[in-house]
C-alpha cells in the first residue's frame, strides 16, 4: 500500500514555466514532508521540507504549498531553468514498524526545455 | 568537506556471487539506511541502523545482511546473488534526532 502518492509521473515546460508536483497522503500522523531532487547517476538531495504546522515554505525559486485538511502537499518552481530538469520525489514521515521512517512518492520527471 | 560514499557504483555480477556493496558517511550520523530503487518507481527502505552494533530490517523484505562496526561504515551483503537483486542500491545518513537524510550516489547492481 503506497503511502504517499504523486503524480504527475511526468512533465515538460519551458524555460520560465512553473512546474507544479501534487502529493497526497492519507496518514494524519505524518509530522515532516520533505521533498527531494534527483540528476541522473546521483542519489537524491534534499531540495526543501515543511511541517505540517505551515501552509507555505519559500526557499530560493522552490515554494512548498502545504494544505492539511485537504492532506495535501505541492512543488513549484517558479522561473524554471533547463539545470532544474531532474526527477522530484516527494516524502512523508511517518512512524512505522521501521521506527520513525520516510515514505517516498514514485517520482516526477521534470524536463526544462529551452 | 562532509559527504556520503557508496562503492562501486557500477557492479555487474554473475548469478550465486556474493558481494558487498559499500557506505561510508564522513558526517558523524548516528543513523544510516539502505534503500533500493527501482526506476520509475518509490524507494523502499531495506535496512537502517540507530548506531554501533544496531542493524534493523526495512519495511521491504529484503535477502541482504548489513551490518555495523563503525559508525561511519555500514556495508550491505547479498550472500548468493539473483538477478532479482538487480536495482539501485541507495545508503543514506542522518542524525540520530534529525528529520532529513543524506544520500549517497547510488551502486547499480546488475546481475546476470
Known amino acids: 500500500q503506497q503511502q504517499v502518492k504523486q503524480s504527475p509521473q511526468s512533465l515538460i515546460v519551458q524555460k520560465g514555466g512553473i512546474p507544479i508536483i501534487n502529493c497526497a497522503y492519507e496518514?494524519?500522523?505524518?509530522?515532516?514532508f520533505p521533498w527531494y531532487q534527483q540528476f541522473p547517476g546521483k542519489g537524491p538531495a534534499l531540495l526543501i521540507a515543511?511541517?505540517?504546522?505551515?501552509s507555505e515554505k519559500k526557499e530560493g525559486r522552490f515554494t512548498i504549498s502545504f494544505n492539511k485538511s485537504a492532506k495535501q502537499f505541492s512543488l513549484h518552481i517558479m522561473d524554471s531553468q533547463p539545470g532544474d530538469s531532474a526527477t522530484y520525489f516527494c516524502?512523508?514521515?511517518?512512524?512505522?514498524?521501521?521506527?520513525?521512517?520516510?515514505?517516498f512518492g514514485k517520482g516526477t520527471s521534470l524536463l526544462v526545455t529551452p | 568537506e562532509a559527504d556520503i560514499y557508496q562503492t562501486p557504483r557500477y557492479l555487474v555480477i554473475g548469478t550465486g556471487k556474493k558481494i558487498t556493496l559499500e557506505c561510508s558517511q564522513t558526517?558523524?550520523?548516528?543513523?544510516m539506511y539502505w534503500y533500493q530503487q527501482d526506476p520509475g518507481m518509490e524507494l523502499h527502505l531495506i535496512h537502517y541502523?540507530?548506531?554501533?552494533?544496531?542493524?534493523e530490517k526495512g519495511d521491504l523484505s529484503s535477502e541482504s545482511t548489513v551490518s555495523r562496526i563503525r559508525t561511519e561504515h555500514f556495508p550491505l551483503t547479498l550472500e548468493s546473488a539473483r538477478p532479482s537483486h538487480t536495482s539501485q542500491y541507495l545508503c543514506?545518513?542522518?542524525?540520530?534526532?534529525?528529520?532529513?537524510?543524506?544520500f549517497g550516489p547510488g551502486t547499480r547492481l546488475t546481475v546476470t
Open positions: 496518514n494524519t500522523a505524518f509530522d515532516y
Open positions: 543514506a545518513s542522518s542524525e540520530l534526532g534529525g528529520v532529513g537524510q543524506y
Open positions: 541502523s540507530y548506531g554501533v552494533n544496531s542493524t
Open positions: 515543511i511541517r505540517p504546522d505551515v
Open positions: 558526517m558523524g550520523h548516528d543513523k
Open positions: 516524502a512523508a514521515r511517518g512512524l512505522s514498524n521501521s521506527g520513525y521512517a520516510l515514505n
